[in-house]
């Protein structure tokens, strides 16, 4: 987990202008990190989302197969 978080963090640097002293970077690099939270929240809620959708799939396949062999056992 501390590597995959560990190159977003890296990137997050570029829009991060500590060193010019300016008092917009504090709320650049909020936004940065909030950005790459969200980004994994994303990620991970999709794969959740595309396993369900899978499951769903394949008992709907498996629920005709079924009826199939049912409606040929019959005739």
Known sequence: MK???LIPFLLSFHFAYA???SA???MLFILSIVGIL???LA???SIDYIRRIVKECKE???AQLADKANS???S
């Open 3 to 5: 590597k995959l978080l």
């Open 60 to 62: 709907k396949k498996i």
């Open 72 to 74: 040929e056992n019959i």
């Open 43 to 45: 990620v991970l809620y």
């Open 38 to 40: 969200s980004f994994i």
């Open 24 to 26: 917009n970077d504090g």
């Open 19 to 21: 060193g010019t002293g």
